[in-house]
């Protein structure tokens, strides 16, 4: 973990550590990269949604990050997961709608 605090002086102090030592691993030790983001980059590009199966090849320590943040915390309400969702599914045209209208100026006086 010897690289955290230089990425964290790039990526800013609120910086999740484990996708900044993540990321500094795949660029390699001191930024020699060693190929492997553009290897990364390829095996995930189909990757879409969290439920696909990982693809096969990609290094342990992507596959390690990437299914720590699989799991749904033990604080989570489940059941208040699923009801956004369902909200989400149902109510998204509206959503939609309402953040392009908040996005438009307001007309005062025809300018």
Not at 94 to 108: F, N, Q, S, T, Y
């Amino acid at each position: 973990m010897r690289h955290l605090p230089q990425a964290q002086a790039v990526a800013g102090a609120s910086a999740d550590q484990g996708a900044v030592f993540t990321v500094l691993l795949l660029h390699g030790v001191r930024g020699r990269p060693d190929g492997q983001v553009e290897r990364v980059n390829e095996l995930l590009h189909d990757w879409k949604v969290n439920g696909q199966p990982l693809p096969d090849g990609l290094p342990d320590k992507v596959v390690s990050f990437l299914t720590a943040g699989l799991a749904v915390p033990a604080w989570a309400d489940q059941a208040a997961i699923s009801r956004a969702q369902r909200f989400e599914q149902e109510h998204a045209i509206e959503e939609g709608i309402a953040a392009v209208h908040r996005g438009l100026p307001d007309d005062e006086g025809g300018r």
